[in-house]
């Protein structure tokens, strides 16, 4: 520790302006000694479990394609349909019921049914039920509209009457 000057002693002053300079250097001297993480308040945590802070995730861009070429769509409309049915139930459905017999892939559902009917032979279908045969198979009857004849669609696009 420095000696303390005594107040009656005169030295050389420039005015108050290097009294406030050296006061501001001797600050600087006592933080630069001190560092700049002297006073670290410690987080309070409220929660005994810790979540993990969510942090930036960046989209993929990948520098090649992993595949060369897409695959085709797996079941096609001449996936979907395998062949109409034409066992004496099927043409009372047909007659009776305006409905029409397929069997049909066992992966495909409703919707892919009803789109390929309506690719392969023009008919729009009021609702479709499927059921699995016990062989495996998935039968698919298909109601069709009031203005489309089941009869007429069987006999000219199906060669089933």
């Known amino acids: 520790m420095a000696p303390k000057e005594d107040k009656k002693k005169k030295g050389p002053s420039k005015g108050s302006k290097s ?5 501001k250097a001797n600050a600087a001297s006592k933080a630069a000694l001190k560092g700049t993480h002297g006073h670290k308040v410690q987080k309070v945590r409220l929660s005994t479990t810790f979540h993990r802070p969510k942090t930036l995730r960046l989209a993929r ?10 695959h085709e769509p797996r079941l096609d409309q001449h996936k979907v349909i395998i062949h109409p049915v034409n066992t004496e139930s099927a043409m009372k459905k047909i007659e009776e019921n305006n409905t029409l017999v397929f069997i ?12 390929a009917l309506k690719k392969l032979y023009d008919v729009d279908c009021v609702k479709i039920n499927t059921l699995i045969r016990p062989d495996g198979s998935k039968k698919a009857y298909a109601r069709l509209t ?9 006999a000219t696009k199906l060669a089933l009457v």
């Open 61 to 70: 861009a990948p520098k090649y394609p992993r595949k060369s070429i897409p």
């Open 19 to 23: 009294g406030s300079q050296a006061a």
């Open 104 to 115: 049909v892939d066992v992966k495909a559902n409703k919707h892919q049914i009803k789109d």
């Open 146 to 154: 009031k203005d489309v004849d089941a009869l007429d669609i069987a």
